[in-house]
């Protein structure tokens, strides 16, 4: 996975265009290399990478090419199974083209501007109704990193200075550091122990969070490998399971039957950087990076319109999106 960034590069230049500047190779380093984790935020940095292309080229045809070309890379690589990022820069970017290019980075600027008042408006909703709904909890486990998982313990600490938090880390891309980025400085307490200990770390927890990196229709999701180990450990300590999402991120697709099984990836640098052993040429380090978290081991989503069993998120996605013809 590591250095993606690149293959866009040769996309450009078969479609005979120069190389990306070195803001655009940051931006897409961000999102496609995952050199900062969320879903949440890939899709507020891809928005301004696209605003970046615009008025670099003071709208121009080219600066669209290259905004849609861009577009479509993040979509194909960092939203394949977060199709949310995909279909973000999708709507950014419709009717573009029938707007004049000295005003193409101003429509932009104002698409930007809304989305990110809406995105907002809507984390304040579901931060607030998730502090509430757990209101009770001693202890709480937040697995991987998510900016809104990480917002709610923050909340929930602020409301109950006494609560247990707990972060394993996963190896698979260092979430749990980037909690304790955020945790630390706002004054939190946290257990920061290894992911093979998460059996015993959910004796101390009454709840267990994740992101979301997509919601399926029949309330399942998925998110970073070892979320559904902790959700099947999680009934043995009495742990319930709560997957925090804005409704945006539910797959449309999902209500005509498309899931798919989520994209393998290699384990290379994670595992085998630094090793000096001999025929590392053989060992085969392919795993996939999210698996499903299925409604049956799900105790609610949390949702900006309240916790939501997985159950009811059929019907809640075919009232909020006016999904029609899709029934069980």
Avoid at 186 to 196: E, H, I, Q, S, T
Avoid at 229 to 241: H, Y
Wanted: hydrophobic share 45%.
């Amino acid at each position: 996975m590591p250095e993606r960034r690149f293959d866009h590069v040769a996309e450009l230049e078969a479609a005979g265009l120069s190389g990306p500047d070195e803001a655009t190779l940051h931006y897409l380093w961000q999102i496609v290399d995952e050199g900062v984790l969320g879903a949440s935020r890939h899709v507020a940095l891809g928005n301004q990478l696209i605003l970046h292309l615009i008025e670099a080229t003071s709208g121009s045809e080219e600066g669209l090419k290259r905004a849609r070309m861009a577009a479509d890379f993040i979509a194909r690589t960092r939203g394949h199974d977060t199709p949310v990022i995909g279909n973000s820069l999708k709507l950014l970017l419709a009717g573009l083209d029938d707007i004049a290019p000295g005003e193409q980075a101003q429509a932009l600027r104002d698409r930007v501007r809304e989305w990110d008042i809406a995105a907002a408006e809507r984390k304040e909703r579901l931060v607030a109704r998730a502090v509430r709904h757990l209101g009770a909890v001693r202890g709480v486990m937040a697995f991987d990193y998510s900016s809104t998982v990480s917002t709610i313990v923050i909340g929930l600490a602020k409301a109950k200075p006494n609560l247990a938090i707990v972060v394993p880390e996963s190896r698979a891309i260092a979430g749990g550091a980037r909690y304790l980025e955020e945790f630390l400085p706002a004054g939190l307490k946290v257990r920061f122990v290894p992911d093979a200990a998460i059996d015993h770390a959910l004796e101390a927890c009454d709840a267990a969070l994740f992101g979301v990196e997509t919601l399926r229709a029949d309330g399942s999701f998925l998110n970073t490998i070892g979320s559904r180990m902790i959700a099947r450990l999680a009934p043995l300590s009495g742990v319930e399971i709560f997957g925090c999402t804005d409704l945006l991120k539910l797959d449309l697709r999902s209500y005509e039957g498309h899931r798919p099984p989520p994209a393998v990836r290699s384990y290379d640098t994670v595992l085998l950087e630094g090793l000096s052993i001999e025929n590392l040429r053989n060992v085969d380090t392919r795993a996939p990076e999210l698996e499903v978290v299925p409604a049956a081991l799900t105790t609610a989503i949390l949702t900006e319109y309240g916790p939501v069993p997985p159950s009811a998120i059929w019907d809640l996605g075919r009232k909020v999106f006016g999904v029609e013809g899709a029934g069980r």
